[in-house]
């Protein structure tokens, strides 16, 4: 994937005055400072994103440094895991690795600094006085009655703190600030407490540890760190962390930028929690494919490239708002889609025996989809005995089933048509496999049926693991209502150790390699796989299936029903050139319909391929439809639904004559066009009927519009206020969630003008 563009955000407008004032001397220094308490997770890789992001765009550099101040929850394996995850996500510190308690010394100088100016103070209170003392938002605080110790004896009284002669809680370093400041964090802060712990790095050597706010301006000062970059939280700290730098003699002057935090919907981000998951046993560890760690991510299959793409694409802003997982998702499924070869398993097997093959086969399907270009193809065994996905079959065919049911017909993807001829049950009378005849001209007389199917030689093929994960909570804001483990989603992983993979898959995958299982979404060899048994975690599915419990307000409930994918493969053209040079009426027709306005050549092609599609064509024309409308309709829409020939769909040429005159004359939008054929490939129904009964005429009524306008620029408040400051990628985003928003019954180019018009 390319490098993301060159960030611009309100930090790189910072910097680019700073640079341009010379405050730092042309220098841009910033750190990624994680407590070594946890896994890193999502968030995380937002600021190291960040951080390491405008270092490589300024020719800076930023810093990895260990903020192991608190001695009682750090541990090395965190050191070892946060230095990994940064590494595998992309990014290097080259030889800046720090680790604040290195900086003790120094820190404790500064300190004694400090209360050699009269600015801290030695107190005897105990913590639960101390915070009774300090007020509330409308009252100040009370000074301690220890607040006017001389400085010999606060100098004393720290340096025994130190020599370890006083247990924990009995005593505290406070700077002498302001007890009636309106920021409570100013009214003498706590600097150092005493600690009586080991620490991972330091050992015994200190019983006295340093608080965050004392602790983290001087590593930034210490480091000569322009850009200390931190989350909005950390607003209110600034105050403070000023104050400690213009009071000590700090070796250089750092500033505090905050940004907004990342909230991912249905996940959590907090290391506390994320920890409760692993110590309770909710998840296998911090690497469960679940977590929103860097690590159960990269388990699950994720790339670092992914993870990049999307911290760029949801950029950075100074106000907090939750990002929803889809986005993320897109961004998974749009970088594994270039990288994973196509392969078929069948995840829940049911077993069919094709009665009429004689004797085993080597098929042959392509490892890419036809417009990658590229050729790489695999051998598929067709054997007597197969297995196909039990949701593939049904006994009792709903309506506009395309898959197999007793006396029914379906290809077998790369393969032949097959027809079911007897259902097998075990004495419950559950199915338990099939019997099929196959037709043995079906691979090439070009014959087509309705269904293609995934299948898997149930002699050749051989067993996996499949584990399918989906979110880990059920709903948006874990917690946010009561505990946050009830929200947990109980149906968060699914196991399938059944699971047949075809023999290639078998002999080439290998820990760390994807794939797409057709249909089935994109799949990751896990860690756990072993010689002859291997383990596959799915990464994400093919397309967005999650259904938020909530539809948002005033979009109408429908169940959206997708185009299944084109059926035109170019390589067919081939196939539609032989059989005009056959049939003297398809030639013409191709001449006939080439020369039509607006009408492009590849749809023509197409049309006059076969005569039941040229006729089919005539008549939707003969029927009303402008022929340049038809043609688009029936090449690029019409043929996702065509897989035997356009006499098999359950709709005729003059519903696509009415369907293509609705859009034509602005009753519905293109996308409610695309909607209304589905439903029309689905049931058959006259298409004026389906936007009756889906509500689905277009909305092109302004007041309509600026209401949908009002409702997207609100769901979506950051990325709003980005594309008012000039980022104009994002107006494809906003004109698609107004479409999403309005069931696809928006006027686009109204929507469009409208949102346009926002921008002044
Ligand atoms: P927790 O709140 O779970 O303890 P933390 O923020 O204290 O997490 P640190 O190890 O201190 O974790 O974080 C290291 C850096 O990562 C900090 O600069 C912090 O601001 C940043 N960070 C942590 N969480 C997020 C997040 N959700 N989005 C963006 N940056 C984050
Ligand atoms: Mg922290």
């Known amino acids: 994937m390319s490098k993301p563009d060159r960030m611009t955000n309100f930090i790189t407008d910072r910097i680019d005055g700073d640079l341009k004032t010379g405050k730092y001397g042309g220098r841009v220094v910033t750190r990624f400072p994680p407590e070594p308490n946890g896994y890193l997770h999502i968030g995380h890789a937002k600021s190291i994103c960040l951080n390491f992001g405008l270092a490589a765009q300024y020719g800076g550099r930023c810093h990895l440094r260990f903020d192991d101040t608190n001695p009682t929850t750090e541990d090395t394996e965190y050191v070892e895991s946060i230095q990994r995850d940064i590494r595998w996500l992309g990014f290097d510190w080259g030889e800046h690795l720090y680790f604040a308690s290195d900086y003790f010394e120094r820190m404790y100088l500064f300190a004694e600094e400090l209360i050699e100016k009269g600015l801290a103070y030695v107190d005897s209170q105990t913590l639960d006085e101390v915070r009774a003392g300090r007020g509330t938002v409308t009252e100040p605080g009370t000074a301690s009655p220890y607040r006017e110790r001389s400085v010999a004896e606060n100098l004393r009284l720290f340096r025994e703190m130190r020599a370890g002669e006083h247990p924990d809680g009995s005593l505290i370093l406070r700077a002498k600030i302001d007890m009636s400041s309106p920021n409570m964090l100013m009214r003498d802060p706590l600097l150092y407490r005493v600690r009586h712990e080991t620490h991972h790095r330091t050992g015994d050597d200190w019983c006295i540890y340093p608080m965050y706010d004392f602790a983290h301006c001087i590593e930034d000062a210490i480091e000569d760190c322009t850009h200390s970059i931190c989350t909005l939280e950390f607003e209110i700290n600034r105050e403070l962390y000023d104050w400690v730098l213009d009071n000590i003699s700090a070796p250089s002057r750092p500033e505090q930028i905050e940004f907004a935090r990342l909230t991912l919907a249905n996940t959590i981000t907090s290391k506390r929690k994320l920890l409760k998951l692993v110590e309770d046993g909710h998840v296998s560890g911090w690497d469960d494919p679940r977590m929103p760690t860097v690590a159960g991510l990269r388990r699950r299959g994720v790339t670092p490239e992914s993870i990049r793409a999307f911290c760029d694409m949801i950029g950075v802003a100074k106000a907090n708002s939750l990002v929803d997982f889809e986005k993320f998702e897109f961004c998974v499924r749009s970088d594994l889609n270039e990288r994973s070869p196509r392969a078929m398993a069948v995840l829940d097997p049911l077993p069919v025996e094709i009665t009429t093959l004689e004797r085993d086969e080597s098929l042959t399907g392509p490892l890419w989809p036809p417009d990658f270009g590229r050729d790489a193809e695999r051998e598929i065994p067709l054997t007597r005995h197969v297995v196909i996905e039990r949701e593939d079959f049904a006994e009792e065919a709903p309506k506009g ?5 007793p006396g029914g017909e379906v290809r077998l993807r790369h393969g032949y048509i097959v027809r079911c001829d007897e259902v097998l049950k075990d004495d419950s009378g559950a199915v338990v496999g099939l019997k099929c005849s196959h037709d043995p001209d ?27 994960f989906d979110r880990l909570f059920s709903v948006e804001k874990p917690g946010a209502d009561r505990e946050f483990l ?75 029903t997708k185009a299944p994918t084109p059926a035109s493969a170019p390589s067919r053209t081939g196939e539609r050139d032989r059989a005009r040079s056959g049939d003297p009426e398809l030639a013409a027709g191709l001449a006939r319909i080439s020369a039509i306005d607006g009408v492009s050549a590849s749809d023509a092609d197409y049309i006059s391929g076969d005569r039941e599609t040229l006729q089919f064509f005539d008549e939707a024309c003969a029927a009303g439809g402008a022929p340049a409308s038809v043609a688009k309709w029936l090449a690029n829409e019409v043929s996702r639904y065509v897989d035997d020939s356009v006499s098999s769909l359950r709709f005729g040429a003059r519903s696509i004559a009415a369907l293509a005159c609705l859009v034509d004359d602005g009753e519905i939008s293109a996308t409610a066009g695309k909607e209304v054929l589905a439903r029309m490939a689905e049931t058959g129904s006259d298409p004026g009927d389906i936007v009756e009964a889906e509500g689905l005429r277009l909305i092109a009524d302004s007041g309509a519009i600026e209401e949908l306008v009002d409702r997207v620029f609100a769901d979506h408040e950051l990325e709003a206020s980005r594309l008012k400051e000039g980022e104009k990628r994002l107006l494809g985003f906003f004109v698609g969630a107004g479409m999403r928003a309005s069931g696809g019954s928006a006027d686009a180019g109204a929507l469009r003008a409208a949102i346009l018009a926002r921008l002044g």
């Not at 760390?512 to 249909?519: A, I, S, W």
């Open 486 to 560: 009830e929200d947990l989603n109980s149906e968060s992983l699914v196991l399938r150790k059944a699971a047949m993979i075809e023999p290639w898959l078998a002999d080439n995958a290998a820990a760390g390699q994807h794939y797409q299982f057709v249909r089935n979404g994109f799949f990751f060899v896990d860690d756990d796989s072993t010689e002859g048994a291997l383990v596959f975690n799915r990464t994400v599915t093919l397309r967005d299936s999650w259904t938020k419990p909530e539809v948002p307000a005033p979009s109408r409930k429908r169940t959206k």
């Open 442 to 468: 079906s691979r090439t007389s070009g014959r087509k049926v309705r269904g293609t199917i995934q299948w898997v030689s149930a002699e050749r093929g051989v067993n996996a693991e499949v584990r399918l």
């Open 401 to 405: 089933w395309r898959r197999l049911s």
